[in-house]
């Protein structure tokens, strides 16, 4: 049966079910796929469980949805909707991909009971005319005692919101703040910021914060807004055992709204929506039918607080084997403790400390639903378990997450899933590959809320430094299964493979619009040849490269070579160029590069964002054909001002064209060239006067307009293109190196004007008395000259000639100056 397997022995004796590979029908086609698989940590062929080798069922493990997004889950959703993509539209598999978000745990009830309850005493407390109460002011020294004397236990207990500053200082001393910042490679090998450190940090900055406001309150907006965060655990601790536990709504107010940003997030981020998502509120009663079979087959077990455990040592004594994805971290209580939420430490009553909760008794103030053992809510890891059971079955194709998700995480799920389909003597292999995606890290660390060493989503694509695009090619650079330490050099390969791939396809995409007819792969000349023969093997090793384990990174290297080989061939065919632009399109396609990619279109060329602005077409493309011109007639020798006014003249703009708001800058600017190039025929100007204003268009005024216009070699006009972040960072490496030359042009001069202002100060200076003034001699002769030094010794001869022909020197730069002065 495919997905079963009988136990076998391992090797000390124990029944050990080792990973078995899925067997393909005979018939099936299948590509020669291979997936890095976190079960076996290799390269595993890769073979679907639907026999016809068509379908491919996946399940995602989705956000906890109580804040936004940032940028670790980008890299996690990104590199899973990019290998998704590949599987589907690279090797034709049909997916069905299912999701979950997590919208109950420890989390999620801690922040939603804690904001309800703030926004409670807000209310309140809300003053008509924005003052800050005695009441708050007493409830928030309260609560900033509370939170020091729970995160900085080092101040002394007496520290008050005026005293702050110095406890800090005296308690802290370096680590309050942060020092100059490690280098990537220092960092991860733990010798920079520690987890620690930005812990105690985070707590500090949010006790500071306080602590001013608490000294200068302000208006109550502000005042809250500087105590919030000592306000919450605070007002938690005092009211949130008070929580009606049937009322849910409380809590699934703060999951749908961060839930809708999250998607939100990953449109932005052409991120697939999954085909199926799987909420855990919905499944509650599937979640106690799961745990009860786990139960009646022995594998788990209820407690008198009525939480239900999973039994570690019953699954391993019937042939399991625990801990599959990370077995070094079997016996981590860390860990351990950390799965099991942080509501639900210090009251186990749990038979061994390596057993994990599926079932947890809720305490006061927490949600509650009903099953056979009281009410409670369901563990973190048996949501996944149940649902994904319920949407696919008891044999899932691919299972992912991130990397930090292996253990207790997957580790739970895949104990519990089969615990729960297995009989005795044949176990389900409930996933057969486990991919876990790399985690983004700063210096080393990585990206956590609790940290506060994240940016979300949403604030990075609206400061511009990253873009949808940009990101993805970020991650598909390095391999998905690694870790991403962002650096300054990685930003440069993003933005100079970008910035390669849109200058080809602007002008692959200008060729195909003036492209000549066609000829015969037999007509085309050796350049093209070449360059097919290359087009044929990059389409191989892309086939290789996919085909081990998505390789994405091997990928862009081939797409760079072959555009670059495209580049430096001369004398190519535009059908040529064209046929190398559409497959490279289909590639950037499929890896999710073109949010208005069409994959049924094989005539589509490059991806959106190389096209300037529709409003901007009817004046610009005017503008940049007057000036293709009026650059010729400069450039011919003899400036023909009369043609250069009437070709001005002759600028007309389509009647059915309206100057809407949205166009007017572009009018201006068209409007504004006509009228400078019409004045300077009139005037009769030289050419360099019309070349600077033909530059002052590229260089300034489309520019600002986030236009530039490429000039290309005569007849060619110029290409018409949008900024991108490559042009504008070569234009600022030029800016950048100019100012560098013309700082050191200055100062040089300036040292070369204090030389000679010395020169001139010493040539004052009569040549018997230059040395007269020194302490290094005792003794000098007629002229000046020393002749014993300061030591009674008599100078040398060597020393002496040296001397001289200073003072023969000193001699006639003082003559100069004489003469100059006697002139005068």
């Known amino acids: 049966m495919r997905g079963m397997r009988l136990l076998g022995m391992a090797s000390d004796g124990r029944k050990q079910p080792p990973w078995t590979p899925p067997q393909a029908r005979p018939d099936a086609q299948l590509p020669r796929l291979k997936i890095y698989n976190s079960l076996t940590r290799s390269k595993e062929d890769f073979v679907p469980v639907d026999p016809t080798g068509k379908m491919v069922t996946w399940y995602a493990c989705g956000p906890t949805v109580y804040e936004d997004a940032h940028l670790g889950h980008a890299k996690n959703y990104v590199s899973t909707d990019i290998i998704r993509r590949i599987i589907k539209d690279y090797f034709g598999f049909r997916v069905k991909f299912v999701m979950n978000t997590t919208d109950i745990d420890d989390k999620i009830i801690l922040q939603g009971r804690q904001q309800y309850l703030l926004a409670r005493f807000k209310q309140e407390h809300a003053a008509e005319d ?89 208006t109550l907006p502000d005042f809250f807004a500087k105590t919030d965060d000592v306000l919450l655990p605070h007002l938690d601790t005092l009211h949130g055992a008070e929580m009606d536990s049937n009322n849910h709504q409380i809590y699934l107010e703060l999951t749908r709204k961060f839930e809708r940003r999250f998607f939100e997030d990953m449109n932005a981020l052409n991120v697939l929506a999954p085909d199926q998502l799987t909420r855990v509120t919905e499944y509650v009663p599937q979640i106690v039918r799961f745990v009860e079979k786990i139960v009646a087959n022995g594998f788990g077990y209820a407690t008198p607080d009525s939480s239900v455990y999973f039994d570690i040592d019953s699954f391993e004594k019937a042939g399991h084997s625990y801990s599959r994805l990370e077995p070094w971290n079997k016996n981590d209580r860390a860990l351990q403790a950390d799965g099991e939420g942080s509501l639900f430490k210090g009251r186990s009553m749990k038979r061994s400390e390596n057993h994990f909760a599926l079932w947890k008794a809720s305490k006061p103030g927490e949600p509650a639903w009903p099953s056979p053992w009281g009410h409670g809510r369901p563990g973190w890891h048996i949501e996944c378990s149940a649902m994904a059971s319920e949407v696919i079955g008891k044999t899932i194709d691919i299972h992912s997450g991130g990397v930090d998700l292996r253990f207790p995480h997957h580790d739970n799920e895949l104990a519990q899933s089969e615990a729960y389909w297995s009989t005795p003597g044949c176990q389900v292999q409930w996933t057969n590959y486990f991919i876990h995606m790399g985690q983004l890290r700063i210096r080393g660390l990585k990206m956590s809320k609790s940290l506060k060493n994240y940016t979300t989503i949403r604030t990075v694509l609206s400061q511009k430094e990253w873009t949808a695009r940009s990101l993805r090619i970020c991650f598909l650079l390095m391999p998905w299964q690694d870790g ?82 495209s580049n430096s061939a001369e004398a190519l065919s535009d059908q040529t160029v064209i046929l190398l632009a559409r497959w490279v399109t289909r590639i950037v396609t499929i890896f999710g590069l073109d949010p208005e990619g069409d994959l049924s279109n094989p005539d589509r060329i490059g991806w959106s964002g190389l096209d300037i602005p529709e409003p901007a077409k009817p004046y610009i493309y005017p503008a940049s ?189 003082h003559e100069e100056w004489l003469a100059t002065q006697q002139a005068a």
């Open 130 to 218: 924005g003052s800050v109460s005695d009441s708050v002011l007493a409830e928030a020294k309260a609560a900033f005692r509370h939170y020091i004397g729970k995160n900085l236990p080092s101040l002394p207990s007496d520290t008050s919101p005026e005293t702050f500053s110095e406890a800090v200082d005296k308690a802290y001393k370096e680590k309050a703040e942060p020092p100059p910042l490690a280098d990537a490679a220092t960092a991860q090998q733990g010798q920079g910021v520690t987890v620690a450190d930005l812990l105690l940090r985070a707590h500090i900055g949010t006790a500071r914060s306080a602590a001013e406001a608490l000294q200068a309150p302000g």
């Open 484 to 565: 991403i330490e962002v650096t300054d050099e990685l930003m440069k390969a993003v933005v100079g493979w970008e910035g390669k791939l849109n200058n080809f396809f602007l002008k692959s995409l200008d060729l195909w619009k003036h492209s000549r007819p066609k000829t015969t792969r037999q007509e085309l000349g050796i350049a093209d040849q070449q360059l097919l023969s290359a087009l044929d093997k990059a389409k191989a090793d892309v086939d290789t490269a996919l085909c081990d384990s998505f390789n994405t990174s091997a990928v862009m290297r081939i797409l760079s070579d072959l555009v670059t080989e």
């Open 625 to 813: 054909q007057l000036r293709d011109k009026v650059l010729t007639l400069a450039c011919s020798g003899s400036v023909d001002h009369v043609a250069i006014a009437k070709l001005a003249d002759g600028i007309t703009i389509a009647a059915s064209t309206p100057v809407v708001e949205s166009s007017q800058p572009y009018d201006q600017v068209l409007q504004q060239f006509r009228t400078n190039v019409k004045a300077l025929a009139a005037q009769q100007a030289p050419a360099k006067d019309l070349l600077a204003l033909c530059d002052q268009l590229r260089d300034v005024h489309l520019w600002n307009l986030g236009i530039y216009l490429e000039d290309r070699n005569n007849p060619q006009p110029a290409l018409v293109r949008p900024l991108d972040k490559l042009l504008v960072e070569a234009r600022a490496e030029r800016e950048s190196a100019g100012a560098a030359r013309a700082k050191a042009k200055l100062e040089q001069e300036a040292r070369e004007a204090e030389a000679e202002k010395e020169l001139r100060e010493r040539a004052k200076v009569d040549p018997l008395l230059m040395f007269r003034t020194s302490d290094e001699y005792l003794e000098w002769d007629e002229n000046g000259i020393p002749t014993v030094d300061a030591a009674g010794n008599v100078v040398s001869k060597n020393r002496r000639k040296k001397l001289v022909k200073e003072w023969e020197k000193q001699k006639k730069r």
